[in-house]
């Protein structure tokens, strides 16, 4: 069961988030902060890595969640707060990311790096998180 | 024929009879064109109307040249001179080579006689578009219109073409209805030819 | 992990007929001429549109093909070639020369130019110019900074279409990486 989505532009700066739950309870400066250590953390974590190319954590499990990002070429994360051992996530990443290059990308009134606003990528993200619940 | 030792054919040689022999391009090339072209025409206007209007003078150009083409190719040069057969050739021929699917509807406005609507529940150009909230009534298949009035105007009916969103029942995005009103001389010489 | 990526083997993605793609490219090229009146002030808006246009197509690209990363110039050069024009613009591209920071590339084929003849007047025009500023654009995503230029068109007489890329310089740090 999917619990939230974040997505971070390449300099850390949070362009989307949504919660799925109501059990996910942030505000927008909480979102907006964690967004942009995410994106510290994570890359930290490639550097720590022994062997040069790590792209950084892939999965992150805890206790009462399990954390999955995905990280493009390009720098953009999309990383989404599940339960734990759900099912599909990385899939449902995926999807954003390609409707992230629909109907944001195509989308002439969308700023490039600039928070999202774009009443049909709600729309479709919505019936994605439908897809990947049922 | 090129002056300059082109090899290409001369542009009626080319294959303008056989637009199926040509491969076919991503939807997202178009796409992101169409996109470019809606931010540049924002930075030579100063308003919403002047947009559409803008966009409308492109969509044009690419009206006028379409019919050129599917003239030749699909009616053998025969020209339509009948209304309700430029409306059908619209919504159908222009609409299938255009945007690979004919037109969803085809409507007499209810208001006035002189006016036709053209919608369309997904048009190409407005697929991936969502426009701010202070944009208003922006509607980008101004672009579109901008095509049939070009298609219209260079068949011999002339008219105002307009793109409109209408939020329709059970879907979750509104449809672009293309209005269309012809110029009264149109509409005299239709009634002279008679039913 | 591998960089070079599973690359879709079929064009990904919907297609459309190219005669709407080529008639509004012309349109707008007409619409520039007439807004900016020189053909080199035209040259360079296309350039700039297609840079931004570059910077966006990129990620619908890599979205739609699951590529993952091209660690270098060359890498980037092949998929473009292999997989990018006919993605987008349904045409094959053959790499006819590669070094390390160059390369020639030629298109079997050019949907932007159909139809179109040029008139004498506009000699200085760079009709398919867009196409330089889309690839500049979409390598710069990928920490690429790259020169483009046309180096041989149809329009000028020449018997191909043909790019001629140079790399200027990796911008991140982290490549070129090393082989695993």
């Known amino acids: 069961m999917l619990l939230s989505l974040f997505v971070v532009n390449k300099s850390g700066g949070l362009i989307y988030h949504r919660n799925f739950s109501s059990l996910a309870k942030l505000d927008t400066n909480d979102t907006l902060r964690l967004g942009s250590m995410w994106h510290s953390l994570h890359a930290i974590s490639s550097q720590l890595s022994p062997v040069p190319g790590c792209k950084g954590i892939e999965l992150l499990e805890a206790e009462t969640f399990d954390l999955h990002n995905f990280q493009t070429p390009t720098g953009i994360k999309f990383f989404a707060v599940a339960e734990c051992k759900s099912h599909g996530v990385d899939r449902f990443l995926k999807r954003v990311y390609n409707l992230y290059a629909d109907y944001v990308l195509k989308n002439p009134f969308y700023e490039l790096d600039m928070p999202i606003r774009c009443e049909l990528f709600d729309l479709q993200l919505t019936s994605e998180v439908t897809l990947t619940m049922n | 024929m090129s002056q300059r030792g082109s090899v290409l054919p001369s542009l009626v040689d080319r294959h303008i009879l056989t637009s199926k022999t040509r491969n076919d391009v991503g939807v997202g090339a178009f796409a992101f064109l169409f996109s470019e072209i809606v931010q540049y025409s924002q930075t030579r206007v100063s308003n919403v109307s002047e947009l559409e209007r803008k966009l409308a003078d492109v969509g044009f150009d690419v009206g006028v040249r379409m019919l050129e083409l599917l003239v030749h190719r699909e009616k053998a040069g025969k020209r339509e001179n009948r209304i309700l057969g430029i409306l059908s050739f619209l919504h159908t021929n222009v609409w299938k080579n255009l945007f690979g699917k004919t037109a969803d509807s085809l409507e007499k406005g209810t208001s006035a006689d002189d006016e036709y609507m053209i919608s369309d529940h997904d048009l190409l150009v407005n697929r991936y578009i969502s426009v701010p909230r202070d944009m208003g009534h922006l509607n980008c298949g101004a672009f579109a219109a901008g095509i049939v009035e070009g298609v219209l105007k260079s068949a011999g009916f002339p008219a105002r073409v307009t793109a409109h969103s209408v939020a329709s029942e059970g879907l979750s995005r509104p449809k672009t209805t293309i209005l269309i009103k012809f110029a009264p001389e149109v509409i005299e010489r239709d009634e002279k030819l008679g039913s | 992990m591998s960089s070079k990526g599973k690359v879709a083997s079929s064009v990904a993605g919907e297609r459309i007929n190219s005669e709407l793609f080529t008639l509004t490219y012309g349109a707008l090229v007409r619409h520039l001429l007439l807004d900016l009146e020189s053909p080199e002030e035209v040259n360079k808006q296309l350039d700039r549109m297609g840079q931004n246009i570059g910077v966006r197509l990129v ?27 006919k993605m987008f613009l349904g045409i094959d591209a053959k790499v006819t020369q590669i070094g390390d920071k160059e390369c020639k590339m030629v298109l079997n084929d ?22 330089c500023g889309v690839i500049r654009g979409a390598l710069e995503q990928v920490s690429m900074k790259v020169e483009v230029l046309i180096s041989k068109d149809p329009l000028k007489g020449d018997e191909r279409f043909e790019l001629h890329m140079k790399l200027l310089e990796y911008i991140n740090e982290e490549y070129p990486f090393a082989d695993d």
């Open chain 3, 59 to 85: 990620d619908d690209f890599l979205a739609k093909t699951n590529t993952t990363r091209c660690r270098n110039f060359k890498e980037a050069v092949k998929t473009i070639a292999d997989t990018g024009f």
């Open chain 3, 110 to 131: 050019n949907p932007l130019i159909d139809f179109v003849e040029l008139p004498e007047k506009l000699e200085p025009l760079s009709y398919c110019n867009l196409l």
